[in-house]
């Protein structure tokens, strides 16, 4: 069975940091594109991060430039977003989705998703 499973998240206060985690079952991981989306209630699932299948490209949406990071570590088919400085802001259910060209910009092209974990930033 094909699926993607998510781990990590949680509550967190300002400045603190969590590392979430996207595994791959039924699939090989590294012929993917892997991108981070984020959901806040009320608002549309914004692009967080990607990286590439082909060259290990990776891209970061201008609010987390800097304090996010995105990896893979092909041995364990799995994706990580390490989130360093968080704010209130990153409040939201993060999700992480394969694509089997590049890192598109539009949720609606991932083909696979994780089943979504909750961020909570506050003091």
């Known amino acids: 069975q094909v699926q993607l499973v998510q781990s990590g998240g949680g509550l967190v206060q300002p400045g603190g940091s969590l590392r979430l985690s996207c595994a791959a079952f039924g699939f090989t991981l590294d012929y993917y594109a892997i991108g981070w989306f984020r959901q806040a209630p009320g608002k549309d699932r914004e692009g967080v991060s990607c990286i590439s299948s082909s060259d290990g490209t990776t891209y970061y949406g201008d609010s987390v430039k800097g304090r996010f990071t995105i990896s893979r570590d092909n041995a364990k088919n799995t994706v990580y977003l390490q989130m360093n400085s968080l704010k209130p802001e990153d409040t939201a259910v993060y999700y992480c989705?394969?694509?089997?060209?590049?890192?598109?910009?539009?949720?609606?092209?991932?083909?696979?998703w994780g089943q979504g974990t909750q961020v909570t930033v506050s003091s």
């Open positions: 989705g394969a694509e089997g060209v590049g890192c598109p910009p539009s949720p609606y092209e991932y083909v696979y």
